[in-house]
């Protein structure tokens, strides 16, 4: 059952947060390549946000839970890679970006946020590892395209998403939630309402959140092993 292993995430996520004294993380649940039927399940269960990868999967999943009445509550997250041309799409679609890394989808995305909507909460994806192939921003680039953000009337800068290189030894990945910690605190010295460090997957959620993970985003301890793509 869905509703399980929710709880069994979120009971693991309050006695880690209890024993480091720090708030309770925001479980952002990865529902990207799941039927609109899982988010209804561990909506009903008390699940609130949604995270997607793909933007129009996760139009048709709403699509589809508009038409049955399911998750009418959710809070959508695109977590995944955005392209320029979906950049229209996904400023109407979401309630965050988490994956935004130079400032022209920045651009595009205070562009068409819908003027009936509050502004579109976005994080800065930064390759924390200056890992070669990996989206987002360098460390150093940073500082500027958080200015270029704020600066842009439909957007809310909250924050950084980090994705650390997927060392088979956890302790291994420490570094870069450590550096990101590091950014996170220089960033919202610079920006007060910055408040969000979405950081920590399946396998690495507790260690991210004893870092400072304020967002971490569960795909697999939730809904299990996905189906591969089409």
Known sequence: ???DALREVSDSLYSAATAAGCSVPVLVAVSKLQPAGAITELAAAGQRDFGENYVQEALRKQQELRASGGAQAAVWHLIGHLQGNKAKEAAAAFDWVQTVDRPSIAEAL?????????????LLQVNVDDEAGKHGCHPGELPALAAAVA???R??????????????D???????????RQLFDDLKAAHPGVDTLSMGMSDDYLLALGEGATMVRIGSALFGARTPRA
């Open 1 to 3: 059952m869905l509703a």
């Open 170 to 180: 956890l302790e291994a990945r420490r570094p870069a939630f450590r550096a990101a």
């Open 151 to 153: 600066a842009l009337p």
């Open 155 to 168: 957007l809310a800068l909250r924050g950084l998403m980090i994705i650390p290189t997927p060392h088979p």
């Open 110 to 122: 205070s562009k068409h946020r819908p003027a009936d909507r509050p502004p579109l909460n976005v």
